[in-house]
């Protein structure tokens, strides 16, 4: 693993916008879908994931069949882990709020959960029952009535079984078994089977990032996800092994994922670069986090933590460990990172988990204005006004003045028209 | 104004993707300005706006000269307004919340300002200070420290009055005279005298909206906004001539806004059409509110006030209004609303200048799962965990059990070297 000074690292990284081919096969997927439906399904269904369905939802006797192939090691893990992941983020729940003045007038703003949700789940080796806990689950705490997702079947027409359990577990309504850019499709458009919903979540492969990002406006869609990152600040105190370990526990997920070393210690960074090489050697997915390593690792030294954090807050990491001597202390110096993990037993697989915070959280330097998914995520609010007769005869014609002043007439109007009913009144 | 019942109406409106022309124009502008920054931006404020610009930020003799060309009457009426505003979006603000457990394991949420936003203003006619108060004011509230406005200068490179006094009073902290697709460019790449910012907020025309959707991921964009809607739900106790003015009110903003009566009393329909037809004859926005009434406004009649809700929830009108009896008692029968005016007094307009509550609103159907602008805005979360020894001696190999079933097991790996030491410890 490279050691550079931090000043002659620059880190950027780019958002892959696909290619034309990617971007015009997306698009003709979807006019393809919008016009045809289930049909359009079934035909991109047998073209990319070799099967041909006829009804897309997932049946009851599946489910039962789904959880006897779960271990039970398994499925006791992620009930509790869902339980975890309620209870952190039923703390994000908010209230309506409303405001009396004592001129009559009230005003305030109404939280109301999304009414129906869908959420993406890729098919394959990267079928991830955490992902269904962790995206479903705000959804739900939000009161999201119906949160159905579509993921793509295996070419014997079946789900990931674990993907199913931790679908129940969490409470989701419907499942369907459609991927790729038809999916989106699907929850865009709406078919015959699949009704269309207001908000579309979870992670994809190019395509279906590519589809979310043409349907945004249409329905409401997440971030689109980028490859995972570490950033890890530490000092001498830091143990090397868990630093090395926490680095290529996110290398190993993509050959573009970043794991970055910030430290001002010589001794701490040969030591992480030693046991980086040590763990790699016989790690399964090897190639991988190799690749990560080399291409998107680098330990970076500093003349001390405040320009780790520094450096730290350019980053904009998605997951941050900070193992340095009292990091309570230091807390208030990151300012953007998606997740903070603080002290030698934080190691962020913990949150990829089983600590109960969301592990949906902003990539790619976007820590600087994005939030991890929440509750949040699934509400909307509407401003409520009710404005008393006492309110307006005292400022309408501030109102009017102010429209007037727009060149927006019929707005002064609106209340011209009142305000001379007042004056009758007297 | 057509009279229909509301089973014939679909009132589905598209969204304005631009023509391709325009879309190549906008990708032109933002690799110029990304390429050459400033002599970008002056070339393009000279074809654009008719200027050549050699300092784009407004000089503080500008301000003062912009305050002595607003009337006392304005300025009054912004102040009172801001403060309006100011005590409505002061009740949104959140704190950061930790939760700690017996087990030594701290969870939490930090919430932190953006730390510096973008507002574009749109100048020449559509120059509205009512609008810088709304955008602005939020991102105070949350606490951005750098608060920035782009708007394009007019032929003699001035800005309009009302915007550089309403600025000042929302406590703005810097403005540039560039407009258009440039200045969103600007506003993302950053030149040599506009730093990037992390968010861009605020309308525009069809180029700036472009651009804003061009360069989503890079920044953060708040949603881009459609024509101006609204929509009144209404019994026998309604006034025609309150109901019509309102209409009124929204349709004068483009021939593209919609401006919707929902009623099952065709006695206040057959009157609101009556009044709108009068109310027209004189408006100095005749052509525009004409245009928009005919295209796109309707009177739906509906057979009960429980149908009217329904047309309402299908719609999820940017602005709705219901003058019926006791509306407080129907309130939570509104699902999708972006904002709720009850009763006679709480015409839309009081929302727009002076309540206090946001007049960016989700337009196009899109308060189905959007929210008006607000505090949260402006603001990012991250999630804290410092997880305990004792817990994760207690939990790790639940970790590692998910993290194997998922086929990551250097994510398991990373927990078991910590298990390691704890069992040597013994």
């Not at 027409?157 to 369907?176: C, F, H, R, S, T």
């Amino acid at each position: 693993m490279r050691i550079v000074s931090a000043s002659q690292f620059d880190g950027k990284r780019s958002v892959d916008s696909g290619t034309m081919e990617q971007q015009e096969a997306v698009q003709a997927i979807l006019l393809a879908v919008r016009k045809r439906g289930d049909e359009a399904l079934r035909e991109y269904t047998e073209r990319f994931d070799r099967v041909r369905l006829q009804q897309f939802r997932v049946s009851e006797a599946e489910f039962t069949e789904a959880s006897d192939q779960v271990t039970p090691e398994v499925k006791a893990a992620l009930v509790e882990a869902a339980a975890n992941i309620r209870d952190f983020h039923e703390r994000q729940v908010r209230q309506s709020w409303f405001t009396t003045k004592e001129s009559g007038t009230l005003l305030g703003q109404i939280i109301r959960p999304l009414k129906r949700v869908g959420l993406y789940v890729p098919g394959g080796t990267a079928a991830y029952p955490s992902s269904v806990l962790m995206n479903a689950i705000p959804a739900k705490i939000a009161e999201v009535p119906e949160v159905v997702i579509t993921t793509p079947p295996g070419a014997d027409g079946k789900i990931n079984p674990a993907i199913l359990v931790a679908a129940q577990i969490a409470g989701v309504d419907e499942i369907y078994k459609v991927g790729g850019a038809q999916a989106v499709a699907a929850l865009t458009y709406g078919t015959e089977q699949i009704r269309a919903v207001d908000k579309i979540v979870g992670p994809g492969n190019i395509y279906v990032a590519l589809a979310k990002r043409e349907v945004f406006g249409l329905v409401s869609i997440d971030m689109v996800a980028g490859p995972s990152e570490i950033a890890v600040l530490a000092d001498d105190t830091a143990n090397p092994r868990y630093v090395a370990a926490d680095l290529l526990s996110q290398a190993e997920h993509d050959p573009m994922s970043a794991a970055i070393l910030v430290t001002p210690s010589q001794v701490l960074a040969d030591a992480v670069a030693a046991e980086v090489e040590r763990q790699l050697a016989d790690l399964p997915r090897k190639e991988i986090a190799e690749a990560a390593v080399r291409d998107h690792g680098a330990i970076l030294l500093v003349n001390d933590l405040d320009e780790g954090f520094a450096v730290i807050n350019r980053i904009a990491p998605e997951h941050l460990e900070i193992m340095i001597d009292d990091p309570f202390a230091h807390l208030g110096k990151v300012e953007n990172a998606g997740a903070i993990f603080l002290g030698p037993y934080s190691s962020e697989p913990v949150g990829d988990y089983f600590a109960g915070s969301n592990h949906v959280i902003p990539t790619n330097g976007t820590a600087r204005f994005s939030s991890p998914l929440s509750v949040d995520d699934f509400i909307k609010k509407s401003s409520v006004v009710s404005y008393s007769k006492r309110d307006l005869r005292e400022n309408g014609h501030k109102i009017i003045t102010l429209a007037e002043q727009e060149g927006l007439a019929a707005h002064g109007r609106a209340i011209a028209e009142r305000l001379r009913d007042f004056d009758s009144e007297k």
